[in-house]
């Protein structure tokens, strides 16, 4: 019983983490950035996350790009309440991760990861189109190894943020092997 559905997981997963929809609230530079990323130069099509979605019940993923401001978190918040699960969240450039050179402002929000869950962090002061990529792809990976059938709360992270439950022996020790390298 367990081969039929990790077998189903895999298959599940490979197919949400090649048709991930975003919804994107880009309130500045690094909104820019993201539409660049859907031109022909970088191309978001080749990797399966082209489609952006204006409705948040449609969407997979939101990607806040650029500053929150106080008065804009609570729209932030009902949005990503709106999406159905499984749900991400992707933080493009400085102002959404930390506040960015806006930080000292009263009006600013010190980073989304206050009041969201964030599960990529793309950083920039803006972000170049590379970076977007790479930070999608890593999204990529992180939903295919994700346990499906357990529900959302049933996730064994690894502190890097990788779900690493009921994988492989061999695929976990390379991971963590390349996680090794990298530091």
């Not at 930390?98 to 009006?107: L, V």
């Not at 990788?162 to 092997?177: A, N």
Request: aromatic content about 10%.
């Amino acid at each position: 019983m367990n081969v039929v559905l990790g077998n189903l997981d895999q298959m599940i997963n490979w197919g949400r983490a090649n048709s991930l929809w975003s919804l994107t609230f880009a309130t500045s530079c690094c909104g820019i950035e993201f539409m660049a990323c859907g031109c022909a130069r970088y191309d978001f099509a080749r990797f399966g996350f082209e489609v952006t979605r204006n409705s948040p019940r449609q969407a997979d993923l939101i990607m806040c790009a650029g500053t929150i401001t106080h008065k804009m978190a609570p729209v932030l918040k009902r949005l990503y309440d709106e999406m159905a699960e499984p749900k991400y969240v992707v933080a493009v450039g400085g102002c959404a991760i930390s506040g960015g050179p806006f930080k000292s402002s009263y009006h600013v929000v010190k980073g989304i990861d206050e009041f969201l869950p964030v599960d990529v962090y793309i950083p920039g002061c803006p972000p170049r189109p590379e970076a977007i990529l790479y930070g999608m792809m890593q999204l990529q990976r992180k939903v295919k190894v994700e346990k499906f059938f357990g529900g959302a709360n049933h996730k064994e992270k690894d502190p890097n943020g990788i779900v690493i439950k009921d994988l492989p022996k061999k695929f976990v020790e390379d991971l963590k092997k390349s996680w090794a390298e990298k530091k």
